[in-house]
């Protein structure tokens, strides 16, 4: 069973950056792809970015070219890099890892909470 933890979520103004970190309890690299998903209050969760294990990434349309997710091996992290942030931004964003043995998302975080004020 692998745990996920993110930090890295705050309060940040609209322009602003954040980074945010997905730290897991054991190998990253035994797993098919490692996403990114946010709830908004009153809202689906949704999908944000994935990084897969060969390093292919995909990035949703309201994200691209302002977020970059990346992943260290060496560390079992993952990060999501955002920039240029908007108030449509804030929620709650969750870690993912999706086994190589379901291709399903099976593993989640607890969430960090991020607010961006206009």
């Known amino acids: 069973q692998v745990q996920l933890v993110e930090s890295g979520g705050g309060l940040v103004q609209a322009g602003g950056s954040l980074r945010l970190s997905c730290a897991a309890s054991?190998?990253?690299?035994?797993?098919?792809?490692m996403g990114w998903y946010r709830q908004a209050p009153g809202k689906h969760r949704e999908f944000v970015a994935t990084v897969a294990r060969i390093g292919v990434t995909r990035y949703a349309d309201s994200v691209k070219g302002r977020f970059t997710i990346s992943r260290d091996n060496a560390k079992n992290t993952v990060y999501l890099q955002m920039n240029s942030l908007k108030p449509e931004d804030t929620a709650l964003y969750y870690c993912?890892?999706?086994?190589?043995?379901?291709?399903?998302?099976?593993?989640w975080g607890q969430g960090t909470q991020v607010t961006v004020s206009s």
């Open positions: 054991g190998s990253i690299s035994s797993f098919n792809a």
């Open positions: 993912a890892a999706q086994p190589i043995a379901t291709m399903r998302y099976d593993y």
